[in-house]
Each structure stands twice: as C-alpha cells, then as structure tokens.
C-alpha cells in the first residue's frame, strides 16, 4: 500500500479509481440528480426524459424513486446492462486513482465538496454507533431493499450521498480551494433542470493527498473518533453496508483488504460550508381535528418543542389513530400552504435548525429523529456523475 492510501486508511477512507463519461460525452444530459428526489412530481422525471432523449446518461444506470414499484426485476436488469455496456463500449473511461474536488455553484452560493471512497468497515447505521462513520438519522431498514437489490448484482456504483466533517474553519476546503489553479479541471458544465453549475478538479498530487489525509485525521481526533457524519444518502451508504456484509464472509482475508464492495463513494461536505443550506424538515397533520389532535398530545402548534420531542408522541398518537396520517415538507411557508388546502390539516413549523449541535446529538444520543433535516433545496441535491467499479473484475479500489 502507498502512503496516502495507508493515510487515508487511518481515517477510513481511500483514493478510489474514478470513471467518467468519455471526452466529448454531453455531461449536460449526463450528470442527473439523486434518485430520491422530487419523487412526488412525475413532471419534473418526464422532463429529465426528454432531456436526456438517447443520450449516454446517468438516468440509464439508476432507479428513481417516483418508479420503483412491487416489481422492479426487470428495471434493475436493464440498469445493470447498461452498465456492462457503457464499460465495453468505454462511455465510460478510467482517470486513475484520484479524489475530485468539487466545486457546485446552488441556489445558496458555491458550495465544495471531495469526492472520496470511505470504508465501509467503519460504517454502522444503528443507533449509539461508536464507528468512524455514524448515521445521523434513524435508518429505515424497511427502505433497504430496493437499494440493496440494485447494488448487489451491479458493477457500478454512483453516489449521491453527501457525508457531513465537523470542519469549523472549513480549512480543507479552503486548501483545496486554494490550489484549484494548479489542479487538472476534469469538467465544467451547467447541471439540468435549474441545477447549478459543477466544476471538478484531480486531486492526485501525493503531497496534496497526504496533506489531506493529515486534515482528516485532525479532524477525528477532535471528534474522539467521530469523523463523518451521513448528510443526505444514508439509506443508499447502509444499502452499501448490507452487500459488503453479504460479500464478506464469501472472501478470504486477503481478498477482504482490497476487494472493491467494501468502500463506497462519497462527497465529503463541511458542516459550517457558508453555502451548504441546512434545514428543518416541517410536519402536516393529515385528517385531524387541529385543536383536538394538540390537546390529546400535549403540544402547541404555533411553538412546537423540538422534533426529537415531538416525533416519538406523533408517532405514537399516530399508531392509536390509522384515520391520520403525517407529510413531512421542506420549507416554512409550503408546510403552511400545504395545511390550508383543508380544514382537517395541521401545519407544525420548526426553528431554524441548529447545525453546531449536529455532531453533539449524534455523539450523545445516537441518532436524529427521522426526517430532522435536509441539506438544501431538492435542486441543490448532489448529481450523479462519478463512477466506481465495485464487481470482482474491477480489480482495486
């Protein structure tokens, strides 16, 4: 092992061996947002359609959400053909080993981001994890098998997930920030659908690596050992956790340090990066009576306790109501126009959310309630562009 993968290692992470589409492909149509979002607006997946019309794209090699369905066999089939057939057909081509730092001008301003590969030995998604790389809300674990069944038989993987660093004075952003000049631009190219704009540079200059690697490790000794912390993707990383365990016992010891499932990719976030938008996530009461449902839980609408208080009485009022029913929606005033469309509905709008004590809550209590946060508006969400390999055939990292 080199020393920035054997530095990298000590804060489970490594430099993995990214492929993009070829030299002439149109990233415009290409590069296509997270399967999970805006699955309740069909509009917005017809027009990535017609975007995206015969060209090579990220839409052929995932599932979005607003599709899956009770049988998803044969869409799953289809995806992991394609992606045979973009790697003999090379529209999709190896760079070599490199992390990618990312530039993605949002609705919030230009956000950074490092693309790297973590470990997934030192991932656990349960709650009152003490691993390096720890949920932050509580996982689902009926959502996983969609994610699972993609990702067991594919060659590929590409990320959406956006991992959190407790990096208060965002220095290594700011390093990377300030060599881009010196780095290889690998593209440039405004996003679809009101996406913003992605540039994204090479970060293989192992002095750079190792100076990265140093940063990290920083930062996990401040953090006593907690160093990432998921940001929007967790139920895709636990997915990815899943399939390496299923692999494991499969490998011999040798083939367990390199084999290629046992990583996954992801975008490195700062917590405190002036663009990166975090927000609560409100509830509507669906199918209630607004002053009776307040008065049988024990809250006020108009000034809420917050939702690590509030979910568990929900769910448990919920439970003993199957009439009710909850939405969780992103922004103030849609939760408030969402609850006027009728009587029967109560908006419940939470304060600003409080990103310094993210790492804190997680640290203490394990987890956020489920649905406590997101990280920006669904355009602002991460795209797919990179690719791993992570069948047998794709040899390392």
Not at 24 to 37: K, M, N, P
Not at 253 to 278: F, M
Not at 297 to 314: H, S, T
């Amino acid at each position: 092992m080199n020393p920035f993968q054997a530095a990298f290692a000590e804060v489970g992470a490594a430099v993995p061996r990214i492929l993009l589409p070829r030299p002439g492909t149109d990233l415009h149509r290409f590069s296509v947002i997270a399967c999970d979002q805006f699955t309740s607006a069909p509009r917005y997946w017809e027009a990535v359609e017609n975007v995206v019309g015969d060209a090579p794209s990220a839409l052929r090699l995932m599932l979005p959400e607003i599709r899956l369905s009770q049988d998803n066999g044969e869409q799953i089939a289809r995806i992991n053909r394609t992606m045979r057939q973009y790697l003999s057909d090379r529209t999709l081509v190896e760079i070599g080993e490199s992390l990618v730092f990312l530039r993605r001008r949002t609705s919030t301003g230009v956000r950074r981001g490092l693309l790297v590969a973590l470990d997934l030995e030192q991932y656990d998604y349960r709650a009152g994890a003490k691993t390096m790389i720890r949920a932050t809300e509580g996982t689902v674990v009926d959502r996983l098998p969609p994610r699972v069944e993609i990702r067991r038989g594919a060659p590929l993987e590409m990320p959406h997930v956006m991992v959190l660093i407790d990096d208060r004075e965002n220095r290594l952003m700011d390093t990377l920030d300030a060599r881009r000049r010196s780095l290889e631009c690998l593209y440039d190219f405004s996003l679809m659908q009101g996406g913003g704009h992605l540039t994204g540079y090479r970060v293989d200059d192992p002095r750079l690596l190792l100076e990265v690697a140093e940063q990290l490790s920083a930062l996990r000794e401040q953090g006593d050992g907690f160093l990432y912390a998921m940001g929007d993707g967790n139920h895709s990383f636990a997915a990815a956790k899943v399939c390496w365990e299923e692999l494991k016992p499969t490998l011999t010891p040798a083939e367990r340090e390199r084999h290629p499932a046992r990583w996954a990719l992801a975008e490195l976030v700062s917590l405190h990066d002036p663009a990166l938008a975090i927000e609560p996530i409100h509830r509507v009461l669906c199918g209630v009576d607004p002053a009776a449902v307040q008065r049988e839980i024990g809250f006020d609408a108009a000034c809420p306790p917050d939702a690590q208080v509030l979910q568990p009485m929900l769910d448990r009022w919920l439970a003993e109501h199957p009439e009710a029913g909850i939405d969780y929606v992103h922004g103030a005033e849609e939760c408030r126009r969402a609850a006027q469309e009728a009587p029967d509905r109560l908006a419940v709008v939470f304060p600003p959310f409080d990103r310094g004590s993210l790492f804190e809550v997680v640290r203490e209590k394990g987890a956020f309630v489920r649905k406590s946060f997101s990280l920006g508006e669904g355009r602002d969400k991460r795209y797919y562009l990179e690719c791993r390999r992570i069948s047998p055939d794709g040899g390392e990292i």
